[in-house]
């Protein structure tokens, strides 16, 4: 017997969060959040997208055990921006029964059609900050921390619902060089001169002044922002999501892999990379303290796997060649550091200007992940 439970209570949000810690024990390849994180995302005092979006939480029971979950999001500001009647879906993990599946997303129709809503799309969170997109490709590879990992079985199950392709993201893995490649970095060089563009310090700030460098962060994720405007599904952040964002970014930063291209003194491009928290979340198992302390020391001083969290480029400062600036800093920063691979993604399918520069380095497109659309009857 198969039973939906809608949920709002810590105790029950416990349950929600660890349910895809139990699912994904004995894969390798997957790589659960933080449960500091997701509740906070989940927190309207916290998550300051709750002005101007809903939320619905669900856990579904087999047999009373739980056998999956699901979040719906009626995110109000995206839709009018862009004239969607649209409820998204997040948090999706189930066991391999289509009937819970059908009984989660019943849940969601049946919202759906109380707000007059006509389509349901997703794996999409609350911003462009969150994971996004439902793995159909690279079941056999890693996943970073800004990635959902899926088991194969849910691209049937959403088939089975009636689900169509939106959009897609493609995920590469990148092989670094073990020195720096010199016709990059003569134009990196010619760039920065020509435009005036310099790169900000981030050690010396990191050091001596994180006010300030908290200050800057937050003029990247301004640039974040208006170049990731016309893309689909996105919504603009507000000063208090940023400042959450800043601290969570500035807890994994390493300097030699933080790019910050300025002009005049303002942020102008950006280029974030952090090692691979992998490791981390499966030894702590949605914690950093206690079982997840020694890998993410390991991870801070000696990174193996870096993970490119996000590229972002001004509207005006696009086509002078700032994407060469912000990768070659990265690449010299990843070969101090010794590490041996670059996880790239995800990014749109149609974004051949980001898929561009990887033509410098040995590349893979290793993942493909999809958000599907469901009409809503």
Request: hydrophobic share 40%.
């Amino acid at each position: 017997m198969i039973t939906v439970k809608e949920i709002s209570t810590k105790r029950d949000k416990k349950k929600f969060f660890k349910f895809v810690i139990d699912l994904y024990r004995d894969s390798p390849h997957a790589c659960c959040n933080l449960y500091a994180d997701e509740f906070a995302e989940f927190d309207p005092k916290i998550n300051d997208a709750f002005r101007f979006a809903d939320c619905r939480m669900f856990l579904a029971y087999k047999d009373g055990k739980i056998a999956g979950r699901i979040a719906g999001i009626w995110h109000r500001g995206v839709n009018e921006k862009f004239g969607y009647k649209q409820i998204r879906f997040t948090r999706f993990d189930v066991i391999d029964d289509f009937e819970v599946t059908k009984a989660l997303f019943d849940k969601l129709f049946e919202w759906a059609r109380e707000l007059g809503m006509t389509e349901i799309i997703g794996p999409m969170s609350f911003s462009d900050l969150n994971e996004e997109g439902m793995l159909i490709e690279g079941f056999d590879k890693d996943s970073n921390y800004i990635e959902i990992y899926n088991y194969p079985y849910y691209v049937e199950h959403m088939k089975k619902l009636g689900a169509y392709k939106v959009v897609d993201w493609h995920c590469y893995t990148i092989i670094p060089p073990k020195e720096p490649i010199e016709k990059l970095k003569k134009l990196s060089d010619s760039v920065m001169k020509r435009y005036g563009y310099e790169i900000l310090d981030v050690a010396y700030y990191l050091k001596h002044d994180k006010k300030k460098l908290k200050e800057y962060v937050m003029q990247a994720l301004d640039v974040l922002d208006k170049a990731f405007e016309e893309l689909y599904g996105t919504s603009p952040i507000n000063d208090k999501q940023k400042a959450r964002e800043t601290k969570t970014l500035l807890s994994v930063c390493i300097p030699e892999l933080a790019t910050l291209v300025m002009k005049d003194g303002k942020v102008i491009a950006f280029g974030y990379c952090i090692p691979s928290m992998k490791e981390v979340m499966q030894k702590g198992k949605g914690r950093v303290f206690p079982g997840g302390l020694i890998p993410y020391l390991r991870a801070m001083k000696h990174p193996k796997t870096i993970d490119l969290l996000s590229i972002g480029i001004l509207p005006e400062h696009q086509g002078k060649g700032v994407p060469a600036i912000i990768i070659n800093h990265c690449l010299e920063g990843i070969i101090k550091l010794g590490a041996t691979k670059l996880e790239a993604g995800p990014e749109l399918e149609e974004n051949h200007r980001v898929q561009s520069l990887w033509k410098f380095f040995d590349n893979e497109l290793s993942k493909k992940a999809r958000c599907w659309g469901i009409k809503v009857e």
